[in-house]
């Protein structure tokens, strides 16, 4: 069954610089949790203390209550798998390599792989939809195609916790949605537990079960989407004005950023040709260019 | 499948056939007669790894005995003909051909052929050990080889017969005070500029002959100096081998290292003199020396017989 | 390619390998009709041709084998670990430290006074002691930290050798010789040395080719697989290293072997070290023992240093393979 990982009190630390406190969060199983916060707020920090790459300087991080530094890191990769935002393979890789590499948790890094290994890669290939590009040279791939082929790493590590770090940078709409999609099934499918850091406000608006507002490397705010993503929390957070309307098909929280808002808030003034606040459009009055 | 295994995988195949090829080429390359002339019954067959080493052999009549030589002997004229075996430092003895003469003994100077010197001796080769890099080294090494060769007699005239004429030349300057003596710069090559410190056989000889190394006092045996030192040193006298690379004749020696200034540029006493001579320990070494002694004092010691080593 | 089809090529490889070793014993400046070779090997009678065939080209076939295995395992294994397809075996030391050694070795006397051996194995201990240097210099942390300490380290040392060498101007001579790099000594003792090292060497490194992969994902993905980044790290170098200071030891500094090898090896089965490696392992074998037959054949009795006759050979076939993979111009 799927561990739970937990944070308590999590304080990091680079050298002197603290760069997070107070965190405290419980990746429920079945359930996607999404960091939100602007750039340098905590959040890769946060995922990779979780990942335990980075040891707390206060509080503990533990799985299923125990502390994850006192596990052997071979079973903790087991049940956890990470992806960072920037994961370069220099190297001449085929995509194959890469995410048989995924395996290594399971096989060890000595004996050759099984039919089994062979077997989860290509379920996670085709998870990722790029099992038509499996001998493909890394460096051959477009961006997307290489986040989507490092996400099947993960993915092949067969883990019951995700901890993903910015995992649609570089991918177009369909791929962005279609992922975030195939993460919603494995929560609700096989009770996989993600934790994953977005920037896209609207993407996690919809497909968060939980999610953690940060910033300056503390937490503002943690429950539910709608509880979290109010204008008034955004604003402190991302230091910008925005509007919160309700998605027009299942009412999920909207956010949009105003250019100025007279009286209250910072913003800034919109260019030449942009409308004004009172003139923003409802999307189903945009008019299309051809 | 990727592009990337295909393509060369059929023109490294082509290639690999190509150098598979070449590799029966070298087989069938090379290969030197095998079956040598036999020497006289009573001298062994002898190798020598050295052409100083060659020198003294021919000096001893034993030059019969030789049936391998260094690519670098030279001297007499009959040792030109003797078959190659290579060079004279490790990396360049071909092994191979060494073994090939079948000697029963090869004669090694030992600087720089260590390598050379135990692999042979490990193949179940004899080897003997004869350094040859001081005058002192030539008078050691001239009985040693007699005995060796079983050309005592011949050793034992040769050797009087050099220390003889050692002996006069020191007695003919015995009489001039070190401070008289002249001063002389021995200059190896020009650029860099480097020279001979007393260590050496021509830093010997020239001490020998009356000379004072203006750089004897020097660590090394072969440094490098600079032109200003030389001024500085103001040498009475400049001698120089005869390779520097190319044909050199006085004039162009001094210009192109820049010591015009010097007393010998000015006064012309400038001695060239056969490179190979002044650097190979052998029975030379007296011709050498006669001729440096008449150069630095030549109202003490005579011109000498041949002409010597002068160029 | 499939397991099978690799299979096949390994072994293809390994068979080239043994052809060309034993038709390297023909080569050599003596000639011995090749049909009377198998005889002279298997019967012990002694005779010169014997002689030379078993104790002269033999260690030195089997030496250039040797050697071209390690230098282009300790290649590709650097290659793999710095991500950088100019490294070398020597790209953090190794050459500096053994010449250092080999230096001291001269000059001190050593040599004349424990014999023949102690200059392989200064140039052994001191290879291992300048990669020693650098490691600790260098940081654990990163490879990056690494080659630059490796290059400071190089640079520094390699002037000390000059220094020492200028000053005792005797040496100059046995050093040099000793630095370009040849197999002419070879004998079946330092086969015996080297051969174990060697082998260790290389085998460790085949061992270690999945954590070599997954450290070329950065040094968090690795961690996040369960691989302790640093202490494969330092695995990988050691094997390295001691494979490449028994080489240097055996026959000096021979280059572009261990540079080539690699390469060549990658555009028949990729980068997967996994394959990677004993690929370019025999490879290298191949190349050092062509390069040699070459060495003593191409003017003899004089022996061309090897490292010259590799870079002639290597160097435009390498160019010419590379043409003809890779239209697109990218770096392998």
Known sequence: ????????????????????????????????????????????????????????????????????????????????????????????????????????????????????????????LAQVELTDLVRRDLDS????????????????????????????????????????????????????????????????????????????????????????????????????????????????????????????????????????????LRPAEVPYER | MSGATRGPGRSLLWALAGLLTLAALFASLGGSARAAPTAGTSLPRLVSLAPSLTEMLFALDAGDALVGVTRYCDFPPAAKRLPRVGGIEDGSIDFERVLGRKPDLVIAIGEGQERTVSALRRLGQRVEVVPSQTVDDVFRAIPRLGDLVGRRAAAERLLADLQGRFERVRRAISKVPPERRPRVFYELWDQPLMTATRSTLIGGLIERAGGRNIFGDLGGRYPQVSPEAVLARDPQVIVAPDHHGGPIDARTLVERSGLAGVEAARRGRILIVEGNVVSRAGPRIADVLELLAHELHPDLVPAPAGGGARR | MTDRRFAGLLAGLLALVLLVSAASLAVGSTEI?????????????????????????????????????????????????????LADPFVIGASSGAALGATLAILSGWERALGVGALPLSAFLGA??????????????????????????????????SLLMILHDQSLGVLFNWLLGGLAASSWRQIGYGAPMIAAGVLSLWVLSRPLDALALGDDTAASLGLQASGFRLAIVLAATVTTAAAVAMAGIIGFVGLMAPHVARLLVGGRNSRLLPTSCLLGALLLLLADDAARSLAPPQEIPVSIVTSLLGGPFFLFLLRRSRPAGKLP
């Open chain 3, 128 to 161: 291992l002691a300048a990669v020693g240097l650098v490691y600790l210099l260098g940081g654990r942390a990163s490879p990056l930290g690494l080659l630059l300490a490796g290059a400071a380290v190089s640079t520094v040392v390699g002037s000390l050798v």
């Open chain 1, 141 to 280: 791939l477009s961006g997307g195609e290489r986040r989507r082929a490092m996400l099947a790493r993960a993915l092949a590590q067969e883990a019951r916790v995700l901890l993903l770090d910015e995992p649609g940078a570089h991918l177009d709409l369909r791929h962005q949605t279609e992922l975030f999609l195939l993460l919603r099934r494995l929560t609700r499918e096989r009770g996989v537990a993600v934790v994953s850091s977005l920037h896209d406000l609207n993407l996690a608006a919809i497909f968060a079960d939980r999610a953690v507002l940060l910033s300056g490397g503390r937490v503002l705010a943690q429950g539910a989407p709608r509880e979290v993503m109010t204008p008034e929390l955004l604003r402190a957070a991302f230091g910008i004005a925005v509007e919160v309307i309700p998605h027009p098909r299942n009412g999920a929280p909207l956010i949009l950023p105003v250019f100025s808002e007279a009286g209250a808030g910072k913003g800034l003034e919109a260019p030449a040709g942009v409308p004004a606040p009172d003139e923003i």
């Open chain 3, 33 to 85: 009709p090749a049909r009377r070779i198998p005889a002279l090997l298997w019967n012990a009678g002694a005779s010169l041709d014997r002689t030379i065939l078993v104790d002269l080209r033999l260690p030195r076939i089997l030496l250039a084998v040797l050697i071209g295995l390690g230098l282009a395992g300790a290649g590709t294994a650097y290659q793999g670990l710095f991500l950088n397809p």
């Open chain 1, 1 to 124: 069954m799927t561990p739970r990982l937990a944070a308590r009190g999590l304080a990091c630390a680079y050298g002197a610089r603290t760069v997070l406190e107070g965190f405290d969060l419980v990746a429920e199983p079945g359930t996607i949790t999404v960091l939100l916060g602007p750039n340098g707020a905590g959040k890769s920090t946060a995922l990779r203390a979780l990942a335990r790459l980075l040891p707390p300087r206060a509080g503990a991080v533990t799985l299923d209550g125990r502390e994850i530094w006192r596990l052997p890191r071979r079973s903790f990769v087991r049940e956890v798998a990470f992806l960072p935002q920037i994961e370069v393979a220099a190297w001449p890789m085929t995509v194959e390599q890469l995410v048989l590499l995924g395996r290594l948790p399971h096989r060890g890094w000595l004996l050759p792989y099984s039919a089994r290994d062979h077997e989860a890669v290509a379920v996670a």
